[in-house]
């Protein structure tokens, strides 16, 4: 039968604590802090994360106010360039408007000529027009 050796159960337990022990040392230790340096990464980059989402919140408020503010400073630069055109064209219609006036005024009074003329001309010929007229009557 068999026979229990203290022996060699006792080198195979002192065998077995060196095994645990190696194992501890070369594997289970390393592997541990492997798992808690990634756990610190992970930890780090959810903060970094985090830090980011607010960087990126205020980078796109910064980015929407500086868009707010070229909009309004646009809006005023096309006010100010259409004000400026509006003024530039009244006093062009404005000039206009007198040179026209004056071209009207000088048409009325050579108008006013003419008719003064004709109507001269009409009299001086008034007794030639009556002789023509009663002739005329006279032979109907």
Known sequence: MLDISFGLMLLTAILFIILVYLL??????????????????????????????????????????????????????KEKALSEIKA????????????????????LSELEKERDSL?????SKLPEYQKAIKSKISKI
């Open 24 to 77: 501890n040392q070369m594997v289970y230790v390393p592997l541990l802090d492997y798992v808690n340096r990634r756990d610190e990464l992970i930890e780090e980059d959810l903060k970094n994360a985090s830090n980011m989402d607010e960087s990126i919140h205020n980078l796109k408020k910064e980015a929407h106010d500086v868009i707010a503010n070229a909009k309004a400073e646009a809006h005023k630069l």
């Open 119 to 123: 109507k001269s001309s009409l009299l």
């Open 88 to 107: 530039d064209m009244e006093e062009k219609i404005s000039k206009k408007r007198e040179a026209l006036e004056l071209e009207y005024t000088k048409f």
